[in-house]
Each structure stands twice: as C-alpha cells, then as structure tokens.
Nanobody, 123 residues
Framework: VQLQAFGGGLVQAGGSLRLSCAVS????????MGWFRQAPGKEREFVAA????????YYADSVKGRFSISRDDAKNTVYLQMASLKVEDTAVYYC?????????????????WGQGTQVTVSS
C-alpha cells in the first residue's frame, strides 16, 4: 500500500485547507485511516481517524469542531478538511493506514505512512 498526502500550503489564521491522501495498492475501505501531524521540535501527534466504513470518526480535542475527516472510497482517497486554522496548527501532516479495524489515535497502531505535507498558518 502506498499513501500520498498533498494539499498543504500557506494560509492565514482563520482560513481553511483541505488535505488529501491518495491510497494505492489496496482498497482503502478495508482499513482505518488516520491523520497525524508533527510541528518543529515536537512529537508527532494524532489529529483524526476514520473507520473503514466511514461511519466511525475520532478527533483529537485540539481539532474537534474545526477539522473533519472523510473518505471517498470510489477515489481511494481520504480527506482532512481544516477550518478556523490557528498558528498552532502549523506542522507537517501525515496520513497513515491501520490494517486493524479499531479506530485509534496511537501512532504505533498504524502500519503504513505517507510522506508529509506542510501546513503553515500565519498570524
């Protein structure tokens, strides 16, 4: 399975961005997908996850109500819609695949990672 994240960029605080994660090599609906981020000098942290069916979603408290994760299995793509962006959302964002069936925010449970895409929020 290969994952490719894209859609990052520079945006002003309060703005929006949509990240995409293209999945190839396997049907994405068969596993949990997650988004994580890592800011300079900080540990990688969980952002959001979605179940294989798309019916289960889980968010970090820091993004709840502002970010929304979704998936389009016809396109084998997972999205992270980010709104009301804050300077502290600045980070490299990674998508990841968890071949288990349980949604989790633990990075150790994710089996495959894509390259990151940079999101920079300016004040």
């Amino acid at each position: 399975v290969q994952l490719q994240a894209f859609g990052g960029g520079l945006v002003q605080a309060g703005g929006s961005l949509r990240l995409s994660c293209a999945v190839s090599g396997r049907t994405s609906s068969s596993f949990v997908m997650g988004w994580f981020r890592q800011a300079p000098g900080k540990e990688r942290e969980f952002v959001a996850a979605i179940s294989g069916s798309g019916g289960g979603k889980y968010y970090a408290d820091s993004v709840k109500g502002r970010f929304s994760i979704s998936r389009d299995d016809a396109k084998n793509t997972v999205y992270l819609q980010m709104a009301s962006l804050k300077v502290e959302d600045t980070a490299v964002y990674y998508c990841a695949a968890n071949y288990g069936r349980q949604i989790t925010g633990s990075s150790a449970r994710y089996d495959n990672w894509g390259q990151g895409t940079q999101v920079t929020v300016s004040s």
